[in-house]
């Protein structure tokens, strides 16, 4: 794996330092915005429309912001998972909420009813950068292969990491315990989540999808194309001591969200923020002009994290907390956003999804962390009859247990953490020249 790696990325960097010379050109205006043209409020809900920077993204130094498409890749902090489906939930979990939805939908109101931005949301719940980076023996077609380079594209949103650096499996061993006594040791999760975040592997992948996505678009023919890359927020308020007598564990009995449990899972966060800071910068450093941003939304979510002073956790009404927790609502600012998931996904409890004999092999492919809670569930269940759920009163009030979602979102920003990501993103456009 690794030679294969480090050889793709050298003949990249050496295919783009050589194009690079070319990028002089200037480009053309789309004339879809003019500097005087009104945006438009949406649903008279204050603080829903945002005007995205004037100057970003990036297409001209005049204050005129052309944006005719864009794109959004990677995982399920990128689909906006939990907030939201109109109608039917498809397989990758994309969410009404998503920050990129938010920007789009900007974009959109920005354009005085002309509807001329096209948003490629190619994001999927599950994604590793592996399901990103394009298929070199075409045995599937990446994220980056599905992007159809017909449509404009101005820029990119990106957010990759989690799954390849086994946020689900601390998840699981240090907070829920979905597979119970079998979950494996706290201690092991955390200990490998480390050893990757600080193995070169990851940082090799993402420099190679930052090029490779560069390399889709023809950066070379757009010098004014940037990918913005997002980062994830640690999860704990980790001063407070209110919270360590409580659990989110699944079961009866489960772990304690200790101090120093939080502690170190919010410095896993800071480790992946701190790999990404530094891969965009190396990335950079071969460009004459900055063509990735990188977006740190961590400090946002202060006050908005789990445990935070004088909240009883799971506390599952409290919308100023901006995650998920298993099964809970979400906090969209009109709350009227469908949550209704289709049949298809409303399989039955007793389907493949949740056999406890077959369900562990496709729900690790998909590595789609709601699939694989549901499955473990079933598999302690099938181990031990006797466990007990901690929140019974919860499942039984929801048809909705059953749902790979209602797992599968805990842990990822509900609404109004995505409403602060896309803030934080228009905050660092603006800075931007
Ligand atoms: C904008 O156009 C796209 C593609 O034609 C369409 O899918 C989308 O629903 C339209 N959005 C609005 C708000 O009209
Ligand atoms: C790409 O977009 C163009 C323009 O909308 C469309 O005609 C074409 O079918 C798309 N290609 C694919 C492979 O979806
Ligand atoms: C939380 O937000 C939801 C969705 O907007 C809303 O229905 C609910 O009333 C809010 N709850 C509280 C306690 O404010
Ligand atoms: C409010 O609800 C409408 C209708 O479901 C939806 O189209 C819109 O996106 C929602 N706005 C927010 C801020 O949730």
Redesign the pocket.
């Known amino acids: 794996m690794k030679p294969s790696f480090a050889m793709r990325l050298a003949a990249v960097l050496t295919s783009i330092v050589s194009s690079r010379v070319v990028s002089g050109r200037t480009l053309q205006q789309h004339p879809l915005i003019t500097p005087g043209d009104q945006y438009v409020i949406g649903n008279g809900v204050s603080g829903y429309h945002r005007r995205p920077p004037s100057h970003i993204p990036l297409a001209s130094s005049k204050g005129i912001s052309p944006v005719t498409g864009f794109i959004a890749l990677g995982d399920s902090y990128s689909a906006g998972i939990g907030t939201g489906v109109d109608g039917t939930e498809d397989d990758c979990r994309r969410g009404l909420g998503a920050h990129s939805v938010l920007i789009a939908s900007d974009l959109l109101a920005g354009q005085g009813g002309r509807n001329s931005t096209t948003f490629q949301f190619l994001s999927c719940t599950g994604a590793t950068t592996q399901e990103v980076l394009s298929s070199q023996d075409g045995s599937h077609e990446s994220q980056i292969d599905a992007v159809n380079t017909s449509l404009s594209a101005d820029f990119a949103l990106l957010s990759i990491g989690g799954n390849d650096l086994g946020f689900f499996d601390v998840m699981n061993a240090c907070v829920f315990r979905f597979y119970n006594f079998y979950s494996g040791t706290c201690e092991t999760a955390l200990k490998n989540s480390r050893d990757q975040i600080s193995s070169d592997e990851f940082t090799r992948r993402l420099e190679i999808i930052i090029i490779e996505i560069l390399d889709r678009v023809h950066w070379e023919k757009k010098e004014y194309f940037t990918i913005t890359v997002t980062g994830y927020a640690r999860f704990f308020n980790d001063v407070t001591d209110d919270c360590d007598e409580m659990s989110f564990g699944v079961w009866w009995n489960g772990p304690k969200l200790k101090k120093d449990l939080r502690i170190q899972m919010n410095e896993m966060v800071l480790e992946v923020n701190a790999k990404i800071r530094e891969t965009v910068k190396t990335i950079n450093s071969h460009f004459i002009k900055d063509k990735v941003i990188f977006i740190d939304y961590d400090r946002g979510f202060d006050g908005h994290r789990f445990c935070e002073e004088g909240v009883k956790e799971p506390d599952y009404?409290l919308?100023d907390t901006w995650f998920f927790l298993v099964g809970g609502?979400?906090?969209?600012?009109?709350?009227t956003r469908s949550n209704h998931v289709s049949d298809v996904q409303t399989l039955p409890p007793t389907s493949a999804l949740v056999d406890p004999s077959s369900c562990l092999e496709p729900a690790q492919a998909s590595r789609d962390w709601g699939r694989l809670a549901l499955c473990y569930m079933a598999m302690a269940k099938h181990r031990d009859p006797s466990l007990r759920l901690a929140r019974g009163d919860l499942v039984a009030e929801n048809s909705m247990w059953y749902v790979p979602t209602y797992y599968g979102k805990t842990f990822h920003p509900r609404s109004l953490g995505h409403e602060a990501i896309r803030n934080k993103i228009y905050e660092v456009w603006q800075t931007l020249e």
């Open positions: 009404d919308n609502p979400d906090n969209a600012r009109n709350g």
